[in-house]
C-alpha cells in the first residue's frame, strides 16, 4: 500500500529541517502550504486512515497526527521569531539618536573685501569716527571742483573718469562725501567714507576700473599733522594686530595743503620688494594732507574758525597687504577657490 510507504520520521525531519530555515514568512508560508496543505503527504496519510486495518490505523493515526501538531507548533514558533527579527532590524533601522550632533549646513561666509571694510570701520568707531556714505554716481562739482581741481586744472588728469552721458560721473574717490558732510555738518568733524570708486584705468596687478577707498576726515579748532599720524599709526597697529612701519612723503593733492603720501612696509613681502609693491618694498597705502582753506569754503565753512586733515587709502590694497595677495583683480574674479579661504 502507498501509505505505508510513507517515512514520517524522514517526512518530520524534513519539514523541521526547512521550517527552520526559512528566511521570511512568505517562505515560511510556502512551506507550510507543503508540508501540512490540502495536498501534502501528511494531510494524504490522515485522509486514508479509515482504508487501513484498525492496528494500524490507530498507530499511524497517532504517528501522524503527532506530527500534524508538532508541526504547527514548529510553524508558530518560527512565524513568531522571524516576527520578532524583523521588527528589531525596523527598529535599528529607525532609529535615530537624538543625541547626535547636527549636520551643519554649508554657510557662505562675507567676501574678503567686506570683512576689511567692517574691520576698518569698527577700528575708527572705536576711535570716536562716524560711517558715513554718499553716492557713487556724482557730478562734477563734488567729485572734482569744490574738491579745488577746475575744469582746465592738470590735475584732472590724475583720475581718469567715467563721464556718464547726462553730464554726471562715477566717482572717481570717496574725498566727495568730505565736502557734502561739512556743507550740512558743522564741525567739530570725525568721519570716515568707505565706498566704492571707479576709474578708467588699464588693469593690472595693482590696478582695478572699480575698486574701494576709504576716506577720513578730522576738522575741529586745533586739529594737526601730528593728529593725524597719531590717529593713521594707531588704526594701522590695530588693523594688522602688530606694530608696522610708516613713513611720510610730501605729495601733491589740490584739496589738501600740505599734502603727504603715507607708505607702509610692505607685509607681502616684509620690505623685500615684490609685484604688488612694484618691488619697492613700501605699500603706498595712503593719502592726506592738511583740508586745503578753498575746500572749506566750497562748503561754506571759513578756513580761518576751522582746521583738519583728511586722507584717503584704498581698501583693496588694505585687504592685499592683510591677506598677502599680490594681485587686486582676484577680489572681483569671483572665482570661488580664491573666496573660500576668507
Ligand atoms: N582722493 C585721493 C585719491 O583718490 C586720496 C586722498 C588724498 C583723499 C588726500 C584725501 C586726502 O581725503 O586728503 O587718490
Request: charged share 30%; hydrophobic share 40%; with cysteine.
Amino acid at each position: 500500500m502507498k501509505m505505508a510507504k510513507i517515512d514520517l520520521k524522514a517526512l518530520k525531519n524534513r519539514a523541521e529541517n526547512e521550517i527552520e530555515t526559512a528566511k521570511d514568512l512568505k517562505e515560511l508560508n510556502k512551506i507550510f502550504k507543503k508540508y501540512l496543505g490540502k495536498k501534502s503527504q501528511l494531510t494524504e496519510v490522515l485522509r486514508s486512515l479509515e482504508k487501513l486495518p484498525k492496528a494500524k490505523k490507530v498507530k499511524i493515526g497517532q504517528e501522524a497526527n503527532q506530527l500534524k501538531n508538532f508541526l504547527k507548533i514548529k510553524f508558530a514558533e518560527i512565524a513568531q521569531e522571524i516576527k520578532e527579527k524583523v521588527r528589531k532590524e525596523v527598529e535599528e533601522k529607525e532609529w535615530i539618536d537624538i543625541t547626535a550632533p547636527g549636520k551643519k549646513p554649508a554657510l557662505g561666509h562675507l567676501h574678503p573685501l567686506t570683512q576689511v571694510k567692517r574691520k576698518t570701520e569698527e577700528i575708527f568707531q572705536a576711535m570716536g569716527f562716524s560711517v558715513v556714505e554718499g553716492p557713487e554716481v556724482e557730478t562734477e562739482w563734488y567729485n572734482f571742483d569744490a574738491l579745488n581741481i577746475p575744469k582746465d586744472h592738470p590735475a584732472r588728469d590724475l583720475w581718469d573718469t567715467f563721464y556718464l552721458k547726462n553730464g554726471l560721473l562715477l566717482r572717481t574717490h570717496t574725498t566727495p562725501v568730505d565736502i557734502r558732510n561739512m556743507e550740512k555738518n558743522q564741525p567739530p568733524l570725525r568721519i570716515i567714507i568707505p565706498g566704492r570708486i571707479f576709474r578708467h584705468e588699464a588693469t593690472d596687478a595693482s590696478h582695478e576700473t572699480n575698486f574701494y577707498q576709504v576716506d577720513g576726515l578730522m576738522v575741529g579748532k586745533d586739529i594737526s599733522v601730528a593728529n593725524f599720524k597719531a590717529t593713521i599709526q594707531e588704526f594701522f597697529q590695530r588693523f594688522f594686530e602688530k606694530p608696522v612701519e610708516i613713513r611720510m612723503r610730501p605729495g601733491y593733492f589740490p584739496f589738501t595743503e600740505p599734502s603727504f603720501e603715507v607708505d607702509m612696509t610692505c607685509l607681502n613681502c616684509n620690505g623685500k620688494g615684490c609685484p604688488a609693491c612694484s618691488q619697492s618694498g613700501w605699500m603706498e597705502i595712503v593719502g592726506a594732507g592738511m583740508v586745503h582753506p578753498a575746500v572749506f569754503k566750497n562748503s561754506g565753512l571759513n578756513p580761518r574758525n576751522w582746521q583738519g586733515w583728511a586722507f584717503g587709502m584704498g581698501l583693496d590694497r588694505l585687504a592685499m597687504m592683510k591677506y598677502k595677495i599680490n594681485d587686486i583683480r582676484l577680489f572681483y574674479s569671483g572665482d570661488l577657490r580664491f573666496l573660500e579661504q576668507f
